[in-house]
C-alpha cells in the first residue's frame, strides 16, 4: 500500500525537533550508576546535550542521544553504562 | 501570428518569452548560449518581464531555477554537454522535488576528448534522471515543444527537457511561425504552485527513511507514466489552437503499408522524411518512426506502430559504452517477442554529418544485414 505523502518531499517546519532521528537508530544507551560524583564532565562531552542536569541530579534525554558512548568513555568514574537497545532472543526493542 | 526566420536557439528564446517565463538562471556555453542572448535582449527591451539569475556555474544554474520554482514562478534555464553534465545533482533535485522547470538543451557531444559538435549523448546520460525528454526535427518544433513543454511540466509536476541539437538546429536559420501572445496565455495561463511560502514554512527535502523513500518514487514515477497520456492530450490541444500537431509521443510517417521502418530522434528525422519520400517514389515500402518524447519512453506507441513491419532500423547519436545505442537498446526491449528484425546503427558522433545519403545508406545496409544480437552496430567509421 502505498502511503500518501506530499507532492513535494517536505516536512511541517520544525518536524525535526519534535521527532529526532536518532531514536530509530541508536543500538546502545548510557544508563547513570550510583557511583556518579556529579563532576558533570558527561555533560560537557555529550555531542547532542542528552544529558542535563535538572535540581541536583543528572537527566537522560533519549530522544536526543544517538548512543556514540562518548559519555562513557570520558567518566572518570567509570558510572556510565552502555547497555544494549536490543536484548534477550526476541531482540526486544526497548 | 508571423513567419520569420529563426535559429533553434531563438526559437526556444521566443517559446520562452510566448510562455511568459518568470526566472532565467544561466550560466554560458556553447552552442546553448544565443537563446540566453536573445531573452536578455527581451529582458532589456522591455519585452518581457523575467529575473535574469546570473550565476558562477551550470550546477548554480539549476539550483537557482529550482528555487525559483519552489518559489512559484515559471522558471527557465538552457544548457548542455558539460554544462548538464556539471548540473546533474541538481537535475535529479529537480525531478525528485517534483518541479516543472523547463530547460532547453542544446545537445552535444561529451568530452573526453574535448568536442563541441552535436551529438544526442548529453541528453541520454540523464535518461534516468525522472526529467520528460521532448526531442525536436525542427526550429518551428523547438518553438511549439517549449510551450507544451511547460504545459506538460506544470500538469503532471516533472520538469522537461526540450532537446535539439547544437549547430544542425541551435545555430540554423529556418522559417518559425510564431504564435499570437493572446491565444498563448489561454493554452498556458500562469499557474503559480508555491512550496515555500513564509506563511506556511516547510522543511524542504527532508530525509527520507526506509518507510518512505521508495514511496515517494513510486509517486514520482506514477507521475512518468501519467506523461504519457498528458504528451498526447497536450498535443492535441496545441494543434487545434494553433494548426500544427506534432503528434504525441511518436510520430509515425508513411507508415500504413511500411515493411521496413526507420526509428530515430532529432535533427535526423526531417532528413528521413526526405529519405522516405524518394524511396517511396523507387516503390520502396520505407516508413519512418520518429520518437518526439524519449522519456516516458512510448515503448506500448511504438509496439503499436511497428507491429507489421518486417525490419526495423535504428539511428543512435549517442552510444551507452558496453551497450550500444540508447535507442537501439530500447526499441529492441519494447519489442522483446515481436517477429522482427531489428538492425540499429551508432552513427553522428561528435558531428559527423548524418544528412539524407548517410540515412539512405544505413537503410541499405540494414537491408542486407541479417539479424544483429547486440546494439552496438557502428556506421560511417
New interface residues.
Partial sequence: M??N?P??????????VDTP?GI?WRIQYPEILENCNMCLDCTLFCPDGAIVQQEGKLVLNLSLCKGCGICANECKENAIQMIPEYSGVQGVFR | MSTTLLTGSEAAAYGAKLARIEVLAYYPITPAFPAMERISKFIDDGDLNTRFVRVESDHSALAAALGASLAGSRTFTVTNSQGLLYMTEVVYHTAGLRQPVVMAVANRALSAPHSRFPEQGDAISQGASGWIHLFCENNQEVLDNMLQAFKIAETVRLPVMVNYEGYIQSHTLEEVEIPNQEKIDQFLPLTRVRTLDVENPQAVNTVASPEFYMDYKFRQNEAMEQALTVIGSVSREYAQEFGRDWSGLIDTYQMEDAEHAFVAMGSMISDARIVVDELRSQGQKVGLVKVRAWRPFPAEALRQALKKVQLITIGDKNIVYGLGGALGTEVRSALYGQDVRINSYILGLGGRDVTTVEIKKVLELSEKTEKQATASEWFGL
Fill in positions: 502505498v502511503k505523502l507532492v513535494v518531499p517536505t516536512a511541517k517546519a520544525g518536524s525535526l532521528t530509530t
